[in-house]
Every structure is written in structure tokens, then in C-alpha cells.
């Protein structure tokens, strides 16, 4: 299985937040599925990191650093071609990371882990919560 993580699902996982199901953590734990994370993710992160809504030590970067030694993780890098999927997907919201991995799924074909009712209730793309 091809699974791209949304950002709160590689933050759960690696933080050991319960609210991340125990199907969610088996899947990502299953060695012959492959995990791959959007720069948005990322940078996604960091804004969470400055804002204080999640703790990320000793420094945001140097987690999200230690994060990719952790989890390997494939990159779906962004392009223009997810840029402009990114705004013809019909999404109940128009919040831009949420778009853009939305985007980045449907791109590259991926299964995406979320709980993010917004994602979920999208029938463009396959979700696992």
C-alpha cells in the first residue's frame, strides 16, 4: 500500500498521540507499505512548532530532522501540475495544506491516512482514518 501521511498522522504517530487508531499504527508499522510525506507537511509542522500548538525538541527543525531519520518516509514533492489539481478538487474547504495534500494524493495516487473530516468526506480520493 501506497499511504501519504497527513501532517496530524505523522505528528500522532511519531509523538504517540493516542488519538491515532490502532489500524493507523499497524498500517504504518507494516514494513511492505510504503510511507510518503508532502513538504507541506513540513512546513505545516513548523508553523505548529512557532505557534506552540505542538511541542517539537529541542528545536522544530531539529525534530522534524530526527523525525525523517526515525520514519523513513518518501518525499511526493510538490509541482505545478499538484498546484493547479490543487484547486480544481472538489473539497469542502479551501484550506491550502489541506489542498495541496489532497492534490499531492491524488497526483501520485496514494491512499491518505487522515481523520480530517474535510479529507475524508472527499470522494476524489481514497482515505484511511
Not at 505545516?44 to 529541542?58: S, T, Y
Not at 530532522?65 to 501540475?81: H, N, R
Request: net charge negative; charged share 20%; glycine share 2%.
Amino acid at each position: 500500500m501506497k499511504l501519504l501521511l497527513d501532517t496530524h498522522i505523522w505528528l500522532w504517530y511519531l509523538l504517540g498521540n493516542s488519538r491515532l487508531s490502532n489500524n493507523l499504527i499497524k498500517t504504518i508499522e507494516d514494513e511492505t507499505n510504503q510511507l510518503y510525506l508532502s513538504p507541506v507537511s513540513i512546513w505545516e509542522a513548523l508553523l505548529l512548532g512557532e505557534k506552540q500548538k505542538v511541542i517539537l525538541q529541542p528545536t522544530s527543525e531539529e525534530w522534524i530532522k530526527d523525525s525523517l531519520e526515525q520514519l523513513e518516509v518518501i518525499e511526493a514533492p510538490l509541482s505545478i501540475e499538484i498546484a493547479i489539481l490543487s484547486r480544481k478538487l472538489n473539497l469542502a474547504h479551501q484550506d491550502p495544506a489541506d489542498r495541496f495534500i489532497a492534490a499531492t494524493a491524488v497526483h501520485y495516487n496514494l491512499i491518505l491516512a487522515t481523520v480530517d473530516q474535510n479529507l475524508t468526506n472527499a470522494t476524489c480520493f481514497q482515505t484511511l482514518s
